[in-house]
Structures are given as structure tokens and as C-alpha cells.
């Protein structure tokens, strides 16, 4: 039985999913970048604010509050990850499924927590050895963060309001004495 997914109206979600049999779908710079456009395209069609993302080699996570009811996050994921798999199916010549399974979804309650989910997700490549900083990554938002790069598909302001000033949230952010609480 699936799990019901409360999506309404100023809730934040970490949503996560990796290849089938841990494989990669991601093979070449160019496929993260069209997953990037992608999710801005179905950002702006579906009122989906994105707070942090990081794309892995065989794995993705995001991390985004849905800011109206007329459209869910689950159309916004949905849209996304068909039309990545179409295109990623068509270019190499491959069928059926790209990914391991549904898309799993936390819901994250507490407005505490957020600054916790986002250091957990910006620190995936550092965690799996593919970084030495969040700031090496760069399929990830945190450039953006960390005034490294002047991205636009996550709303830097707004995450920044999570935290006390700019200053601290670098430095919690690239903190690596500061170990994350947030578990599955």
C-alpha cells in the first residue's frame, strides 16, 4: 500500500530517488544539465519553490516546499522525471525503466529542521568522495549558497530567511565539524 503524501500549501518535502539497481542516470555533463532545465521548467509550471538539490551520479535529491494547491509536487516530480526518462531513453537507445522505484517523499514539519535537510543534501558528494567541499559540486545549489554563482533555479533569499544572516548560513553550510542530525 503507498504511503499517503501530504501535499498541500507551504509544505516542504526532501524528495529522493536513484537509478534501478543503483545504476547510474546520469551518464555525461549534458544530462545533468537537461534534468536542470527540466526541473525549471516544471518549477515555474507548477508553483514548486526548490530550496536545495543535489544530483548524484545514480541518485537525486531535492528539497522543496509546494506554495499553492492548485498544483502538487507530486505533478511538478511526475512531469519531471517522464520527460527525463523519455529523453535519456531516446538518446542511448535503451527502454523501460530508468529509476529504482516511486519517488520517496519526507515531509519535514518542523521549520528547524530545514537548515538541517539542506546541509544533509549539499553534503551528498562530499559524503561520497566525489568532493572535497559542497562548493566542489557542481550539480548541487550550493555556489549558489555560497554567493559562488549566481544560479536562479532555487530562491536564495528565501532560504536565507531560515538563518540568522548570510554569514551564518555559509558558515553552517560549509561547516564540516557541524555533522547533520537528519536521518531517514
Known sequence: MDKERNY???T???LYNRG???ALIFYERENYLYFLRRMKHYRAKFSINILAYCLMPNHFHLF???TTDEFSISMFISSLLNSYVKSV????????????SKTKSKQIDEEAYVKWVIKYILENPVQAGL???ISDWEFSNAKDLLSLRDGTLTDINY?????QSKEIMIEFLTDKKVKTSYEF
Open 20 to 22: 534501478a539497481n543503483k
Open 159 to 163: 532560504v536565507k530567511s531560515f538563518f
Open 8 to 10: 498541500y500549501k507551504n
Open 12 to 14: 516542504f518535502h526532501h
Open 131 to 133: 568532493a572535497e567541499s
Open 89 to 100: 531513453n531516446k538518446k542511448y537507445v535503451r527502454s523501460g525503466t530508468l529509476f529504482e
Open 64 to 66: 522543496v516546499e509546494q
